[in-house]
């Protein structure tokens, strides 16, 4: 039987996939980071690091960077269309 978390990662793929190349391509890469016994989804945008304060469990951590990239997409979407106008 698949876990929640699991069956949730299944939904995000197709659109993860696309939304983490866009930010790739503007030097954002987001990934998890375990510090003093704890997880974390960090993300290096050129060279400045960012972490979310939310811990997160070992088994989150698909869904987790899903919704990471899914939120940092729809940020960058917007500053890129402050700066257009």
């Given amino acids: 039987m698949?876990?929640?978390a699991s069956k949730q990662k299944?939904?995000?793929c197709p659109?993860?996939?696309k939304e983490a190349n866009f930010l790739h391509k503007r030097g954002i890469k987001v990934y998890p980071n375990f510090i003093k016994g704890k997880w974390y989804i960090e993300w290096d945008s050129l060279g400045k690091i960012d972490r979310f304060k939310k811990t997160i469990m070992q088994n989150e951590i698909n869904v987790s960077l899903a919704k990471a990239i899914q939120y940092l997409y729809k940020?960058?979407?917007e500053n890129e269309q402050i700066k257009k106008k």
Wanted: charged share 35%.
């Fill in 15 to 17: 659109e993860v996939n």
């Fill in 2 to 4: 698949k876990s929640k």
């Fill in 75 to 77: 940020k960058q979407l």
């Fill in 10 to 12: 299944m939904n995000f």
